[in-house]
């Protein structure tokens, strides 16, 4: 018999929902919250309401889109954490009070996990083939960034991870130092596609092992525009796009070069990204040319189900129901990464 597991993702700005029929997505309905553009970042408290606004039409219009009605949902698969406190306390009464009324069980997911489990997401027409176990997944994303050995869907083991910040705050604060605009790494990815990746060089971090640090690069960046905005006030203007893909080549760099290090260490040549920036083409075109040259069986996944999804949390579940991996009504958010 087959199982329907509704997911709810509500981290941060995005208020999602998504309904899986084993391991085949159905629907996924997700409303961005445009009310931070304005701010130049997530505003927490914005959030949380925006969340509370839109939580009931995006659940009815994935019901809807699935063409299944709320009696056939097996169980709620819900974010737990990390994020914004206040973003994911609507998602997680939520799905609390919805899994009650059908009396059904509730399953508490890792958003990190999450986003490497969104490789296994199948679509009915459009199959892909999944990773085997065990692989390694870089996490890039606004908050996170780590490099993760996947031995199986909820054993997993971080070799690296950031000191500092995230390569998505790398993207998005590059923005803001040229006043781009918020989220900064589409705009950048975007520009980058007219520049010259060689235009510019900035300095890459010099960190043991397989951790990743980018406060420096932010900094050298600001520093170098600084220099240059004295000579000439147009300097951005002029040179936006090998600006943006200059620093997008640099960030790319520094992310590969760990993951080649980490797959040399373990012997592993299965490699997947996820996570928002997971979503940037230039890393996708190292990828894919690390591929060629290193002979390493690539997993990028599909642009929707690489930025935040409740699709991502609905899988996470769906491999936790087979397990009857259920949590209890007492559960609460946790704002910081527990898992991983
Ligand atoms: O995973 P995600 O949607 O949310 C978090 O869990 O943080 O990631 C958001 C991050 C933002 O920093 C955004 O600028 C970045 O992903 N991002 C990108 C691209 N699309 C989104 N960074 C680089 N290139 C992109 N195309
Ligand atoms: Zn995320």
């Known amino acids: 018999m087959s199982v329907y ?5 509500s981290s941060c700005d ?3 929902a998504a309904i899986l029929k084993d391991n085949v997505i159905l629907a996924n309905v997700i409303a961005n919250q445009d009310v931070h553009r304005q701010y130049g970042g997530v505003v927490p408290e914005l959030a949380s309401r925006a969340h509370q606004q839109n939580i009931i039409p995006v659940i009815e219009s994935t019901l809807k889109k699935a063409e299944i009605e709320k009696k056939q949902i097996d169980a709620v698969a819900f974010t737990r954490g990390p994020g914004l406190l206040g973003s ?3 998602g997680v009464s939520f799905a609390k009070s919805f899994a009650l009324g059908l009396g059904i069980p509730i399953i508490e997911v890792d958003h990190l996990q999450a986003h490497i489990l969104a490789h296994f997401i199948q ?5 892909q083939p999944v990773p085997e176990f065990p692989f390694l997944c870089l996490t ?5 960034t780590q490099i993760v050995l996947v031995k199986d869907y909820f054993q997993m083991e971080i070799l690296g991870r950031t000191i500092d910040d995230a390569a998505g705050e790398a993207f998005d604060k590059a923005s803001k130092i040229m006043d781009l605009g918020y989220p900064g790494g589409p705009l950048i990815d975007q520009f980058a596609k007219e520049g010259n990746p060689e235009a510019f060089e900035f300095s890459k971090p010099n960190i043991p092992g397989l951790d990743y640090s980018f406060s420096g690069l932010k900094t050298s960046f600001l520093y ?3 220099d240059r905005l004295k000579e000439n006030p147009d300097f951005i203007l002029e040179n ?3 600006l943006c893909a200059s620093i997008q080549k640099t960030i790319v760099d520094v992310l590969m070069e760990k993951l080649q290090k980490a797959s040399l260490q373990t012997g592993i040549n299965r490699i997947a990204i996820a996570g928002g920036v997971s979503a940037n083409s230039a890393l996708h075109d190292a990828m894919r040319e690390a591929s060629q040259k290193l002979g390493w069986k690539i997993f990028i996944p599909r642009f929707v189900y690489s930025t935040d999804n409740a699709a991502m949390i609905a899988i996470a579940g769906y491999y936790k129901f087979l397990k009857k991996d259920f949590s209890d009504q007492t559960v609460t958010p946790y704002s910081r990464s527990r898992l991983l």
């Open 123 to 127: 679509e009915k027409e459009n199959p």
């Open 140 to 144: 890039v994303s606004g908050g996170h």
């Open 5 to 9: 597991i509704l997911g709810i993702e």
């Open 224 to 226: 170098f525009l600084r």
């Open 240 to 242: 936006r796009n090998d």
């Open 88 to 90: 994911l306390l609507v």
């Open 14 to 16: 995005d208020t999602s």
